[in-house]
């Protein structure tokens, strides 16, 4: 066996441990993609991927909120028992080294595996801790994770520049007041952030090609404000971009005022809920945004291909939650509702059998799976792990491996069984209880019909440890 080598004195990595990791994060990136059914959605490449790995139809965040979901995921702690609810979780994580690892990214690296921040992984948008403002230290936001944090400023000089990108280096935090809803002007993928993250991944991937890595690449859209190259915005001039298929406003006190979405400037009405003309084209505006991304996806993939090194690497992309796109005549995320809750899960591993799975899955089930299937040495994690390995049913041992998925938003429980999706609430306020057996569709509540699934139900949230 060759042996492994010390990284900074941390862990040791060994021939077994088999897999690379090339971890691929979509802000606000809900199931709109064509290989979750959607029509209207131009992503021949996201749906090639999905030819070629395992699509989760029911996958869950622990929080519909950047900061908390990711939170969830990169400490495989569920906010139940970590705490970490907001986007400003990762203050719970202790700057000091640990005798064990604080996050998934850690962990890799004292196995001895190179890794690398690019983009939004964390709740920052560069893995360093800044207020939107610019100011701060620019500590990293995940201690000892990360060998690199190279994601490229370009004109934006900054990482929440970068995030809240207009065309020419303008962006919403530079003082000036740029607060438009859309832009679609530039010419060039790299014009844009993520175009310019696309390439930063791809050096990286030749970089690395000899090393053992966990490559973390995080893109931006179609995280508000909808900016994309003009050719994403024109590719659906005329095509049918459909309504909500769930428009109806429900009576739920899980229902939000959209603050962040209507926030921005627009031509169109801000009205509640929209006319035509404005949810026809906020729609048009977040699919050009998809498309946008879907590209600099393939450019990625594509590289590591023709490095061969698709054949021992495995590719998960994620969204990190759910998003309203005027469905209950909502926009957003930020509640315990469904839409903001499902979000995009594939996972491909050299070898394993494609398939598309209802099978009900949680963020928290990455951590555990990748360290099952990486084979690490070091196993030793500073809190114990709340999710499962999806490894059976990846291989194809299962057709299902739990039988809820939870979320937490400001105090709520939300549960979602094959059937239904529970809210409670920790101030004793009425549940609320939807029926979605035809599909993701929610009715009107039925707590009260059911009380008997109320209560099978509540009996699947944790105790405290």
């Known amino acids: 066996m060759i042996l492994g080598f010390l990284v900074g004195g941390r862990g040791l990595s060994t021939a077994e441990n088999a897999y690379n990791v090339l971890f691929i994060a979509i802000d ?46 990169l400490t495989g702690r569920s906010p139940f028992h970590s705490g970490g609810s907001g986007n400003g979780a990762s203050k719970l994580l202790e700057a000091d080294f640990q005798g064990a690892a604080q996050t998934m990214p850690e962990l890799f690296r004292r196995n001895g595996y190179k890794t690398a ?46 995030f809240f990108a207009y065309a020419g280096g303008e962006h919403r935090e530079d003082g000036q007041g740029h607060r438009d809803l859309m832009q679609f002007t530039v010419e060039a ?76 400037n627009a031509t169109h009405e801000k009205s509640r809920p929209l006319g035509s003309d404005g949810l026809r084209n906020s729609r048009r505006a977040y699919l050009a945004c998809v498309r946008y991304v879907d590209r600099q996806v393939s450019k990625v993939l ?57 099978a009900l899955a949680e963020t928290l089930d990455l951590y555990p799976t990748l360290i099952d299937y ?31 998925a939870l979320s937490y938003w400001k105090g709520d429980v939300s549960i979602r069984s094959k059937d239904y999706r529970l809210i409670v609430t920790k101030s004793g306020v009425r549940p609320e209880l939807y029926a979605l057996e035809s599909g993701f569709t929610l009715g009107e509540n039925v707590a009260d019909a059911h009380p008997e699934v109320v209560s099978e139900l509540l009996a699947r949230i944790p105790t405290p440890r």
Not at 215 to 227: A, D, E, R, S
Not at 378 to 400: C, E, F, H, Q, W
Request: hydrophobic share 35%; with cysteine; charged share 25%.
């Open 28 to 73: 606000d990136l809900r199931p709109e993609l064509g290989c979750y059914g959607v029509e209207a959605a131009q992503t021949p490449n996201l749906d090639r991927f999905a030819d070629s790995a395992i699509v989760f139809d029911r996958h869950y965040v622990q929080v519909p909120t950047c900061g908390a979901s990711r939170f969830a995921l």
């Open 117 to 162: 921040c690019i983009g939004k992984i964390s709740h920052s948008p560069d893995g360093r801790v800044f207020a939107y403002n610019g100011k701060g230290d620019g500590h990293e936001e995940l201690p000892h994770a990360w060998d690199e944090l190279p994601t490229p400023f370009g004109a934006w000089k900054r990482g929440w520049g970068t």
């Open 189 to 264: 993928d790299t014009d844009l952030p993520d175009g310019l993250m696309a390439e930063t991944a791809i050096e990286q991937l030749k970089k690395w090609k000899g090393e053992r890595f966990f490559i973390g690449l995080g893109f931006y859209k179609p995280h508000l404000p909808f900016v994309a190259p003009k050719q994403d915005w024109d590719a659906f001039e005329g095509a049918d971009i459909p309504d909500p298929p769930n428009a109806k406003k429900i009576a739920s006190r899980h229902s939000h005022r959209a603050g962040e979405f209507y926030g921005y």
């Open 302 to 358: 594509d590289e590591l291909k023709r490095l061969k090194l698709d054949k021992n690497t495995i590719v998960v992309i994620w969204g990190d939650h759910g998003w309203f796109l005027g469905d209950r005549q909502l926009w957003g995320k930020h509640s315990g509702l469904e839409e903001a809750n499902r979000s995009v899960l594939m996972v491909r591993v050299p070898g394993a059998k494609p398939q598309a799975t209802s």
């Open 374 to 404: 990486c084979q690490l040495t070091d196993t030793a994690t500073r809190y114990p792990l709340d999710g499962r390995t999806m490894r059976p049913l990846i291989d194809g041992k299962v057709s299902s491996y739990r039988e809820a």
